[in-house]
């Protein structure tokens, strides 16, 4: 049975109504919020879903003259004193509740995550290439599955260079960097980044030093034919959590102090620049272990790589920084938290390059005239979140 308006009642000295529905839940809502939140055509135009009423002309002190419940309970109807009449769907009203009448408010699209150790290298979540990209439903599968493990393997991609450009565009786009949309991952004499060459690299996130660090990162194997050379993976809410609860003192100050992460590249011939990332110089300050406004963890920001010589903190923060983050790390490459992963040809490993650090094995070619070939991207949680919604506004659900 549809949920209904059963009462309204007002609480003039909180300027709110009181909203009890069939099901005997009460919602509360602010006089002022609904007028500025009034879905007519003159306040809200449906095409772009903007608000189009002007909030200089808000009275944050505003009382409505009268209120009926409408429709057989299926609307609320409001007259204001500047004779305007609003109109408010309940699945509407349930939809906007408000955190003190409802548990706290959590975005589907970006939460709940599972957190692993290395139990998690015998349940990476695996889907078909062309099955993504022929299917909306298993799109969302997929994107879900990155948003709840930070983590998840496409099989029987294409062994050709700019794949993951088709995988980009299936979701919205690629993330623009000074490495591209697609970087070529091979190793080269000549190299700005230890990327590209056969050299172990420690378990970090890529591109700490922007503003912006990319949210999701593509990583396809166009050619496997080296020895070693094997991606490791850890989930770092994961040791977060676990130094939370062991060193709280450790884990507050990986919150508080800002770390300062620089890149640079410098062309040999500055007369021939060319590539972006040979002529580039980027820094950006951010703490190791980046909060939401409620406290939860947001992003992890952390690479040895690229973290300056600079500190920019109180000095007698600094060893007691020292400690938790040694600590925090040697959580990270503790067998019990790591996994290794060798991807074959036709292999994507995609991962949220905020939760989770990735790292790879020092590698020799096995065999001579062939190469290990990797291609890396991005796509930013914004264009993920985004493709998530309207699947799913165009499977019936409302949208918010």
């Known amino acids: 049975m549809a949920t209904v308006l059963s009462s309204i009642e ?6 709110m109504y009181h909203i009890t529905l069939s099901d005997k839940s009460v919602l509360r809502f602010p006089y002022v919020w609904l007028r500025d939140n009034c879905r007519c055509a003159d ?11 002007r909030v200089i002309k808000l009275d ?16 609320l109807q409001i007259k204001w004193p500047e004779l305007h009449t609003s109109c408010y769907p309940v699945s509407w009203l349930v939809q906007m509740r408000f955190s003190e009448s409802a548990p ?34 298993t799109l969302y599968d997929w994107l879900q599955a990155v948003v709840t493990y930070g983590l998840s393997v496409i ?8 794949t993951i450009d088709k995988l980009g565009n ?46 999701i990162e593509l990583l396809h194997c166009v050619q496997q034919s080296a020895i070693g050379g094997d991606n490791q993976f850890t989930d770092v809410f994961n040791c977060a959590e676990k130094l939370k609860q062991s060193h709280p003192e450790y884990y507050k100050i990986l919150t508080m102090l800002l770390v300062d992460f620089t ?34 963890l947001k992003a992890i920001n952390h690479s040895d790589l690229t973290r300056a010589p600079y500190f920019r903190v109180p000095v007698d923060q600094v060893q007691l920084w020292y400690k938790a983050y040694t600590s925090l790390n040697a959580l990270m490459n503790s067998p019990e938290n790591m996994i290794q992963v060798k991807l074959d040809s036709g292999e994507i490993a995609c991962f949220d390059n905020q939760r989770l650090a990735h790292g790879r094995t020092a590698y020799k070619i096995a065999e001579a005239g062939k190469s290990r070939h ?27």
């Open 10 to 15: 007002r609480n003039e000295a909180n300027r």
């Open 43 to 53: 306040c809200f135009d449906p095409s772009s879903r903007y608000r189009t009423c």
């Open 60 to 75: 944050a002190d505003i009382i409505p003259v009268s209120e009926e419940i409408a429709n057989d309970g299926k609307t």
């Open 104 to 137: 706290e408010w959590i975005d589907p699209f970006r939460y709940p995550k599972h957190l692993w150790g290395a139990e998690m290298k015998d349940m990476i979540p695996t889907f078909q290439f062309d099955d993504i990209m022929n299917s909306d439903q």
């Open 155 to 162: 099989k029987k991609a294409p062994t050709e260079c700019n």
């Open 170 to 215: 299936r979701v919205f786009f690629l993330k623009q960097t000074h490495y591209g949309k697609v970087s070529q991952v091979i190793s080269q004499a000549d190299y700005t980044s230890l990327g590209f060459t056969n050299k172990s690299l420690v378990l970090h996130v890529d591109l700490p030093y922007m503003e912006h660090s990319p949210g």
């Open 263 to 296: 890149d640079w590249g410098v062309p040999k011939d500055k007369d021939k620049v060319t590539h972006n990332y040979d002529d580039h110089h980027f820094r950006s300050r951010k703490p190791t272990l980046e909060l939401l406004p409620d406290g939860r």
């Open 374 to 400: 990797m291609e890396s991207g991005y796509i930013d949680w914004d264009q993920a979140t985004s493709r998530m919604r309207v699947i799913r506004e165009r499977q019936g659900e409302d949208p918010i």
